[in-house]
């Protein structure tokens, strides 16, 4: 079992930045992919950006030039940063791991409001 841990959310102003931060309870290296999702209001969860296979990234189209997923090893813990805050970004994101691949471990979520 890998628990995972958010931190980060809050309130944002259109135009602004966030960084969220993910820790895990085991080394990283040890888990195949590890990323970000989110979930809106009455919309189905969908993924943000995503480490898979080592180093591959990948970034959901609406996200793409706004967002850079990052990791630090060290400290089992993967970032999200988020630019140029649109009001559509608001939601409850979640980390997710899996490990083994196809086993999907999920965090409590962090909630992301981008309002003025």
């Known amino acids: 079992q890998v628990q995972l841990v958010e931190s980060g959310g809050g309130l944002v102003q259109p135009g602004g930045s966030l960084r969220l931060s993910c820790v895990a309870s085991?080394?990283?290296?040890?888990?195949?992919?590890m990323g970000w999702y989110r979930q809106a209001p009455g919309k189905q969860r969908e993924l943000v950006a995503i480490y898979t296979s080592g180093s591959r990234t990948n970034y959901a189209d609406s996200v793409k030039g706004r967002a850079t997923i990052s990791r630090d090893n060290a400290k089992n813990t993967v970032y999200l940063q988020l630019n140029s805050m649109k009001p559509e970004d608001t939601a409850v994101y979640y980390c997710?791991?899996?490990?083994?691949?196809?086993?999907?471990?999920w965090g409590k979520g962090t909630l992301v409001t981008v309002s003025s």
């Open positions: 997710n791991a899996q490990k083994p691949p196809g086993q999907d471990h």
């Open positions: 085991t080394s990283i290296f040890t888990i195949y992919a």
